[in-house]
């Protein structure tokens, strides 16, 4: 993994499921260069684990803190993770 990638694990309580999260998060990954994956939790809350620049990282939380149009978030707990893995891509995980 380059020195100049970070890789953060995200999740995103509220109402955030059944309301385009997802697909959203994939729009915003294609946006800002990230790759990882995001998928819904049994806890009803939505995980993204994302890696890339330190600046591309932030402007895609910035964006996912916002939600699409009928979502509500109500907490976002952010965590850098320590990793060896190198994501190729971002996909939507089920």
Known sequence: MSDNLKTIQILISGRVQGVGF???TESLADKYPVNGYVKNTLDNRVEVVCQGETEDIDQFINELRKGPAF????DVNIEELKTDRDYNSF???Y
């Open 71 to 74: 979502s509500v978030i109500t």
């Open 22 to 24: 997802r697909y959203f």
């Open 91 to 93: 996909e939507i995980k």
